[in-house]
């Protein structure tokens, strides 16, 4: 059974899958004080997306359907904090700092700043702009195998009755993932 860190792996090496080539990538990226930690951060370069958070859960564990949904929705919030300049610091972290991009030490909001510290001077610099839009800002479940009939009808009613589109990413074997539903 692939491990998380296999399910991630694949996505960063396929985002051009996923319509993001060439996208900067963070992995163990803090989303703000108090929500919670993002497996994986993808930053486009170009395209609608300005943030693609990606919560990697193993189709095994029992609890993978409603569990990774509350993460990703908690992750979300976060996002929706980040202005333009978090932004572009996010993307300086991610393109001069590889080594910590890949590990699977959480990142600090200090790092991910540019090294503005203490933690509440860090958050602050990183909401510096104008914030992300939910158009901005892609939402991805990645699974180790397709995903479950219960969490497709979670995520369509989630969908059609919040407007809240949440993706899959389901990761078939190396090099090899597909995208639920086929339209995003």
């Known amino acids: 059974m692939p491990s998380e860190r296999f399910i991630e792996n694949n996505i960063r090496r396929n985002c051009s899958v996923l319509g993001y080539p060439n996208a900067l990538s963070i992995r163990r990226c803090r989303m703000g004080p108090g929500f919670g930690v993002a497996d994986l951060v993808l930053l486009p370069e170009r395209g609608p997306h300005k943030l693609v958070i990606v919560e990697a859960k193993q189709s095994s564990s029992l609890d ?11 992750y979300y919030v976060g996002a929706r904090h980040f202005g333009t300049r978090g932004l572009k610091h996010l993307r300086q972290f991610a ?20 090294g503005v510290s ?6 602050a610099e990183l909401q510096k702009g104008r914030k992300l839009s939910f158009e901005q800002i892609r939402l991805l479940i990645a699974l180790d195998a397709p995903p479950p009939e219960s969490l497709k009808a979670i995520l369509k009613l989630l969908k059609v009755e919040n407007g809240i589109d949440i993706g899959v990413v389901s990761v078939v074997g190396r090099d090899r993932i597909e995208v639920w539903p086929e339209s995003n």
Do not use: F, H, Y
């Open 64 to 74: 993978a359907a409603g569990r990774v949904i509350g993460q990703v929705l908690m």
């Open 118 to 123: 203490p933690r509440d001077e860090a958050w």
């Open 95 to 114: 393109a001069c700092n590889t080594k910590s991009t890949r590990s699977l030490r959480p990142t600090s909001l200090r790092m991910l700043s540019g």
